[in-house]
């Protein structure tokens, strides 16, 4: 049984730093990895898709990273600004559809 | 496309009433999904669908709970008799793994949410 877990739980920095999100799961049989950003009282919007034959993927200042072999990801965010105080999720597929979520990190940035 | 689109956006209903949450996913997708989010439990995958079948349930609460995809737009989630531990957003989401899609989505299997239904069991 998939089982993803994310650490830390929550995080607060002050603007401008650079920091990581850890996601790490127990089956290395994977589809694909997806990082996504919750909002409060709100959906959940896609960042980053990493399918299992790749390494890493980029948007703007988000960098995710994937270790199949170690059952890693990280997700790099530089320079943090306040507005991307928000709850980060991970996602692993397995290749019969299944996603299963991480419990996520509270990220807060400080002015 | 509009991407997924659930109703209600808000229910509340008392306890031993029917609820019944509706998805709309992205036109083309193969795949549909039910969550439950909660401060508890974060989110729970309910149930997902193929190609409109029932891949697997083991994640519906109880019988209580059940789902149906009677076509490839639509699929609906209801509890009945709903009760107050129920309580929760439900999100339903969509993603293409086969195929082509047409020219706006490629088959990465990357999922898409719908806004979330956020039901209250009095």
């Known amino acids: 049984k998939q089982e993803v877990t994310q650490i830390p739980a929550a995080l607060s920095v002050p603007e401008g730093e650079n920091l990581v999100l850890n996601c790490s799961f127990t089956?290395?049989?994977?589809?694909?990895l997806q990082w996504f950003r919750q909002d409060p009282g709100k959906g959940l919007t896609s960042l980053l898709l990493?399918?299992?034959?790749?390494r890493e993927q980029t948007s703007g200042r988000l960098n995710a990273s994937l270790d199949k072999s170690s059952g890693r990801s990280t997700l790099y965010i530089a320079a943090s600004q306040p507005g991307d105080s928000a709850t980060y999720l991970c996602?692993?597929?397995?290749?019969?559809?299944?996603?299963?979520f991480g419990q996520g990190t509270e990220l807060s940035v400080k002015p | 496309d509009a991407g997924v689109i659930q109703s209600p956006r808000h229910e509340v209903t008392e306890m031993g009433q029917e609820v019944t949450l509706r998805c709309k996913p992205i036109s083309g997708h193969d795949y549909l999904f039910w969550y439950r989010q909660t401060m508890m439990r974060g989110l729970e995958l309910l149930i997902y669908f193929n190609n409109n079948v029932p891949i697997d349930d083991s994640g519906m609460p109880e019988d209580r709970f059940s789902a149906k995809m009677p076509n490839a737009s639509f699929s609906t989630l209801k509890i009945q008799p709903s009760e107050p531990r129920d309580s929760a957003v439900y999100f339903c989401?969509?993603?293409?793994?086969?195929?082509?899609?047409?020219?706006?989505?490629?088959?990465?299997?990357?999922?898409?949410f719908g806004e979330g239904s956020r039901l209250t069991v009095l």
């Open positions: 990493i399918q299992s034959s790749q």
């Open positions: 089956d290395s049989a994977i589809y694909n």
């Open positions: 989401a969509s993603s293409l793994r086969s195929g082509t899609g047409g020219n706006a989505f490629k088959n990465t299997g990357e999922l898409f």
């Open positions: 996602a692993v597929s397995n290749q019969g559809g299944k996603l299963i």
